[in-house]
């Protein structure tokens, strides 16, 4: 859909057309660099997986977040190439979803997390998607996350609803788990692989 | 149980990965936090020892005005002379001043400014029990002289037993009331101030609800009064809570929301009614005499907005400089103005409504707090502080309480998460009932509309910090729009969780320190600004979008120098008063009206449930308050005589009353609590038409508005156009000109060239005429050299003929000889060519006479030759 690292710095602040340093960085085919909004229900494990993500850590009793938490983390793919993964992790409360526009703006990747063991949590998901069809950028790329995955004993979501869920609206499907660190590499892996590549050209 | 957490506090032997607050450093700041712990002592004990200089001076101040007091007192029962004297006093100046502008005002003998200042504004019963409450207060003062730290506050003598007697008060009222009838009210009155009356309706409660009542309410704090050494700094403050909630009441009416019907039925009721009962009468006095007192207010508000308090500069550097950690939990008390918005058992009450709402099992919105409030709030208690050591379980089950009874206190706000850290700070420094009056101060008052369901003033406030910083910062916002970072990202965040989380535990105290004594969100920007002056220079070396973001997220998270943020903060940013801020706030807060309003219609199922609910819900819960109110009011004889603490403060209270006297002038002699609700119903749905309507007239403004922009813009793009067109005239005769010019200068170039032309000719035929004079000369040459041959030539051909001539004379000396006539005939035909060859010989010497030498040379040459 001819969308390029560079969308979420190009379209994300107000400054037009000036990131010509951030173009220079993002549009090399080989390190490309993506602004990711996660979003979903409070208590779900957003904050986690960014934590199990780029720290490599798990706190069960993580605080909370208020407004938002920024982290930054670089993987590498196979192909070498490198991909630079700014992390906006949101707050989940309902009523911080007025200011969710102004961290998924301009965002190339959205996560929406919901947790296995609370249908409200997956309802609020399907909210979010909805909102980002709405008000994202059209070329966003979307990945519905069932977190959680290690208390499937506790499980209320089945996983066949996620998977159609996604199917449904284009989405990529995966099931996670922080406390136990289960997909969530493969998580970041897998959208790192289907983001659009700038052509080399560019 | 609060004296535990507080020792905590002060307990040295932390945890090597906790600071002094118990609170968990992150690993990358503990060799920060090393650094300064040291400097954060020695400032300790700095700021320690000038606080306690200053309130030993305030003390001695009003301890003398006290005795004095006393003095007068037993000298004159009377209250009109006792104003009088107060009234001389009051030329006195210094601090005693302060506090007598209060006594003149309320016109009663309480002393101010402590425990006592709750019994204030009493009658003539007080005024004779007046000099015993004295007595007490002066034993007081001189025992909290010698024991100044800790919570001295609660102890000895007849006060002991008014915070117990409160709360069996309040146990017995939960028990007992849950119809809340006027009637039980007035008993609940009286029960706050005697004794045996709770005791009797204690014994009435059931024993299983009692049982039930202990185990949750049992463990909440009791209310603790601050120490008397800070009563001056809190009575300057409860005098800005009263003059706030004036100027609300002004607004209001101003903007036409539900008070004003209210008030129209207050006047109507006060005038017309002459049978009114009783009940109403004391109603009417009461709110008389608290309106005469607003109304005294105000009027010193106009000749100097707050009456003269000399120690306030001193008092507002030494809170620049920090509060001591032992007194920080009262002073903060004192500067949220805590007394004065306190209501006597409306905690404890709220906590009985949201354990019957609970037990009842009925969570519908209209009783006890909404479900998703209490989902929100169990979700959040376990990470607030996780493992902070205080936040044990009973510790948690404070800060449930409090968030609970919070959301039945104002249902716009419920509960919104970082609320949930204010709280759980605010409860290390306080005992809960405290803890929940500072938590009112601070999330109605100073941060009114940040926390409500759309975060409207949260949003406004993010622009307005936004215009600031482009305007002090052109240089770093630059750079952050090249990067494509918006500030508001990382500024959002700060704001909402007034910097909790986001600074060390140190800088946000010293931060709150400032925030809470100046009364409003101007220290939450300057702070903002000042972290972007002290780490603005290193962000502009960033390269990167997520860089930038981190960097500034971990270096605020290691302002360990608090001193220096906080006087960066208030000394660097004077001009970004609330003045000014409120102005901005005016500019900005239409764009994002619009925006929710947008949101809103774009269909948020998950909102609109609430607002007619909740607001019917508050409703519901209001009339008991006013009722409550009412009979506070009535049973006040008695409460006083005792010195108890039933006594609310008028100006807290004026929106109830202003509510209570309305129901009550119309309803008599009807249902009131019937009434009260219908009417409430009524208000409700008036309020609901009101605020579309609102709604409707800012939209239409905010249409004309973009009316008359679009109107300006056409006026101005018509003006562009002239100009644009006058600018192409000017160019097209501009470019006329230059055309000319240039025409000129090809002009010019031709003739030039025709110039060089015409001199490369003469040159041409100087050339030539040089030439020819050289081919003259060379002619003239050939010519002499032909001359000078034709002269040998001449000289042969002279030679020649005299040759001939002499062989002819020899030849005819032989003829003679011979004389032979063919021989003479020959002779002739030989001789004729011979002498024209003669003749023309000797023409050409003649001609050349003036030559001889050239002719001689020549032919000398030539016959050498």
């Known amino acids: 859909m001819g969308c390029s690292g560079s969308v979420p710095a190009r379209s994300s602040g107000q400054s037009g057309g000036l990131n010509n340093l951030e173009n220079a960085g993002s549009s090399d085919a080989k390190n490309l660099r993506v602004k990711l909004v996660l979003l979903g229900d409070s208590g779900v494990g957003k904050s986690c997986i960014v934590l199990r993500f780029v720290r490599g850590q798990f706190d069960p009793t993580s605080k909370v977040t208020v407004g938002a938490s920024f982290l930054s983390q670089t993987i590498a793919l196979q192909d070498s190439t490198t991909v630079k993964f700014e992390i906006w992790d949101t707050a989940g409360q309902e009523r911080y979803a007025a200011l969710a526009p102004l961290y998924y703006r ?55 609803d996620g998977i159609e869920y996604a199917e449904k609206n284009g989405m990529f499907f995966i099931e996670t ?25 560019s | 149980m609060s004296r535990n957490r507080f020792n905590f506090l002060h307990n040295s032997e932390l945890e090597l990965r906790r600071d002094a607050y118990g609170f968990a450093l992150r690993p990358q700041h503990i060799q920060g936090y090393r650094e300064y712990a040291g400097i954060y002592k020695e400032e300790e004990e700095e700021r320690t020892q000038k606080w306690k200089n200053f309130l030993e001076n305030q003390e001695l101040a009003q301890l003398r005005s006290t005795k004095e007091k006393y003095k007068e007192t037993l000298q004159a029962n009377s209250t009109e002379f006792e104003e009088e004297t107060v009234r001389d006093k009051n030329s006195e ?85 849950k119809e809340e009838t006027l ?16 005791d009797g309706s204690k014994e009435l409660s059931p024993q299983k609800e009692q049982l039930s009542e202990e185990t949750k309410t049992e463990k909440v704090q009791p209310w603790a009064q601050i120490r008397p050494s800070l009563g001056t700094i809190e009575h300057m403050m409860n005098f800005r809570v009263k003059k706030r909630k004036v100027m609300k009441g002004e607004q209001i009416t101003k903007s036409g929301d539900h008070l004003p019907s209210i008030d129209e039925a207050r006047s109507s009721g006060g005038e017309s009614d002459e049978d009114i009962k009783e009940k109403v009468c004391v109603t009417v006095t009461s709110y008389g005499s608290v309106n005469g007192l607003d109304d005294k207010g105000s009027q010193e508000d106009e000749v100097s907005p707050e009456p003269y308090f000399p120690w306030k500069e001193e008092l507002e550097s030494l809170v620049h400089g920090g509060v001591p950690k032992d007194l920080r939990g009262e002073l903060w008390q004192a ?11 409306y905690y404890q009450d709220l906590l009985a409504q949201e354990i019957n709402a609970d037990e009842s099992k009925e969570h519908d919105n209209s009783f006890g707090v909404p479900r998703k409030w209490k989902k929100q709030i169990e979700k959040d208690i376990p990470r ?176 360990f120098d608090s001193s220096q943020l906080v006087f960066t903060a208030c000394m660097g940013y004077l ?36 607002g007619l609910a909740t607001k019917l819900y508050s409703f519901k819960h209001d009339p008991e308050l006013l009722i409550e109110e009412n009979k506070g009011t009535e049973g006040s004889d008695d409460a006083l005589a005792d010195g108890d603490l039933s006594y609310k403060e008028p100006a807290a209270n004026l929106d109830n009353m202003l509510s209570g006297l309305s129901v009550n002038s119309e309803l008599e002699g009807r249902d009131l609590q019937e009434q009260v609700v219908w009417l409430k119903v009524e208000l409700c749905s008036l309020l609901e038409e009101k605020r579309s309507a609102v709604l409707r007239a800012e939209e239409l403004e905010t249409a004309l508005m973009e009316m008359v922009k679009q109107d300006n813009r056409r ?38 060239q025709e110039q060089r032309i015409t001199e490369d000719a003469r040159r041409n035929a100087e050339q030539d005429a040089r030439a020819q004079r050289y081919a003259v000369n060379v002619l003239e040459e050939k010519y002499e050299k032909a001359m000078a041959s034709v002269a040998q030539m001449e000289k042969r051909a002279v030679m020649a003929e005299s040759m001939l001539e002499a062989t002819l004379q020899y030849e005819s000396g032989q003829a003679k000889a011979v004389s032979s006539p063919r021989a003479v005939h020959n002779q002739s035909s030989v001789d004729s060519p011979k002498r024209r060859i003669g003749l023309f010989g000797l023409a050409w010497r003649d001609r050349n006479k003036g030559k001889p030498s050239n002719l001689e040379g020549s032919s000398d040459r030539k016959s050498t030759n």
Request: with cysteine; aromatic share 8%.
């Open chain 2, 575 to 610: 001009t970004v008063t609330e003045a000014r801020l409120q102005e901005l706030r005016e500019k900005h807060r239409p764009a994002v009206l619009l925006v929710v309003e947008e949101r809103s219609k774009g269909g948020r199922v998950w909102k609109d449930p609430n």
């Open chain 2, 183 to 198: 009637s039980e009210r007035g008993k609940k009155g009286d029960d706050s101030s005697r004794k045996s009356d709770s």
């Open chain 2, 384 to 559: 607030t502080f996780p493992a902070h050591p205080a936040l044990n379980e009973d510790g948690r089950d404070s800060l449930r309480r409090l968030l609970l009874a919070y959301a039945l206190h104002n249902p716009s706000v419920g509960y919104c998460q970082a609320m949930n850290f204010f709280a759980g700070l605010l409860l290390l420094l306080m005992p809960e009932e405290n803890a929940f009056w500072t938590f009112v101060g601070i999330i109605d008052d100073y941060f009114d509309g940040y926390y409500t369901e759309e975060m409207i003033e949260a949003q406004v406030d993010q622009l307005v910090f936004e215009e600031l910083i482009r305007e002090r910062f052109p240089k770093l916002v630059h750079h952050l729009d090249y990067l494509g970072v918006q500030v508001t990202w990382i500024s959002g965040p700060w704001f909402l969780s007034i910097f909790v989380n986001i600074l060390p535990w140190e800088s946000v105290l010293r931060v709150w320190d400032v925030l809470l004594y100046e009364g409003n969100r101007v220290m939450l920007f300057r702070t903002a600004l000042a972290l972007m002056e002290l780490y603005g220079p290193a962000l502009v070396t960033t390269k990167d979008a997520g860089d930038a973001i981190t960097l500034l997220q971990s270096l605020a998270g290691s302002t």
């Open chain 1, 106 to 160: 301009g965002a190339a990747v959205a996560v929406v997390v919901y947790d296995i063991t609370s249908p409200d949590s997956f309802n609020k998901a399907q909210y979010w998607v909805k909102e980002l069809q709405k008000h994202g950028s059209p070329d966003i790329v979307m990945a519905l996350v069932g977190n959680k995955a290690d208390l499937h004993e506790k499980r209320e979501v089945p996983a066949q």
């Open chain 2, 93 to 177: 100046g210094n601090k005693a001043e302060a506090s007598e502008l209060k006594r003149t005002t309320f016109s009663e003998k309480g002393s101010e400014g402590n425990e006592a200042e709750a019994s204030e504004l009493k009658d003539e019963t007080v005024s004779v029990s007046g000099s015993q409450v004295d007595e007490a207060q002066d034993t007081r003062w001189k025992a909290d002289l010698s024991e100044r730290s800790g919570r001295s506050n609660v102890p000895e003598g007849t006060r002991e037993t008014v915070p117990e007697r409160g709360r069996e008060g309040e146990k017995a009222e939960v028990t007992e009331l």
């Open chain 1, 177 to 201: 788990s922080a406390k136990t660190a289960d997909n969530i590499n493969q998580l970041f892996e897998e959208i790192a692989k289907r983001l659009p590549r700038p052509s080399p050209s």
């Open chain 2, 715 to 752: 006026q101005l793009s018509a003006r562009i156009e002239q100009l644009e067109q006058e600018v192409a005239e000017l160019q097209q005769s501009l470019a006329d000109k230059r055309e000319q010019e240039s025409a000129m200068i090809q002009v010019l170039m031709k003739v030039e």
């Open chain 2, 335 to 345: 500067f949220v103005g805590v007394k004065a918005r306190r209501t006597e058992r």
